[in-house]
C-alpha cells in the first residue's frame, strides 16, 4: 500500500439543520443549515441534529457528512458576482480551508475529532441549490466547475467541533483521485477509455459505476435535466 501523504486542516464550522418547506411546490429541504456551539455526535448516520428530506439521494451511511471547502465560495463569486454568499449557504455540515476535491481520492480515512470516516463519493448537485440561490443555473454551474464538496462515510462515531483536526491516516487508493473522477463524470463523459480506467477502482459509487457502464454500453451520456433543473422549469442538458 502507498504510504499516505501528509494531509491535514482544521474544521472552521459545524452545521446542522432541519427539514422544512422550500421548493417551488413545497417540496422539503433541509439545505438551510446552522452554525453549532460545541461538540456533535458523530454518527454512522451522519451528525446529531441534522436531517435528509429525500434519502434516496441525501444521508445515509455513504452520504453522512457533507465536507464542502470555504475557499469554494470565493470561485462561485466570481462566477456569480451578483449573488452575496457566506460559508453555510450549499447546506454543509463541515467547513474548512486548504483541502479540495483535488487533494483526495475516494476511499481516504480521516480521523476528525476523535472519530474515524471515509470519503465515499462526491456531491452531485441538485436543484435545490437553484433555490437556494434564486439562480436557474446555480446547481449547474457548481457541477461543471467541479466545485461540489464531498461525502464521508462513517467509520468510527465520535464527535466533532470547531477546531476539531482533520488528518488523513490511510489512502488505500491513491489511483482513485476525486477531481479526475468527477471530471470523467461531468466535464469530459464520454473519454471512453478513462472511463474503463475508472471501472477498475474497486470502490467507485455504485451509482456512478452504472452511469460509466452505461455510457459504455451506449456511446451516450444519460441526460441530467431533472437532476439540475427546477420543478416547473426545463434546461437543456
Known sequence: MVKAPRLATEIDQVFVGQIDAFGPRGEPSAIRKSPVAGAVQVTTLGLAGDEQADQRVHGGAEKAIHHFPAEHYDALQRLC?????????????????????????????????????????????????????????????????????????VIREGEVYSGAALQLIERPYPAAGLDAIQHVLHRDPMNLEAIRQLLDIPVLPASWRKTFEKRLATGLKESDTRRLSTPGQHTES
Not at 462526491?122 to 467541479?146: E, Y
Request: aromatic share 8%.
Open 81 to 153: 458576482p451578483e449573488l452575496r454568499l457566506q460559508v453555510g449557504q450549499v447546506g454543509e455540515n463541515l467547513s474548512s480551508q486548504g483541502l479540495t476535491e483535488k487533494d483526495l481520492c475516494l476511499g481516504d480515512v480521516f480521523s476528525l475529532g476523535d472519530s474515524v470516516v471515509q470519503v465515499s463519493q462526491g456531491r452531485q448537485p441538485c436543484w435545490k441549490l437553484n433555490v437556494r440561490f434564486q439562480r436557474p443555473d446555480m446547481a449547474r454551474i457548481i457541477q461543471q466547475h467541479g466545485v461540489t464538496g464531498w461525502y464521508y462515510r
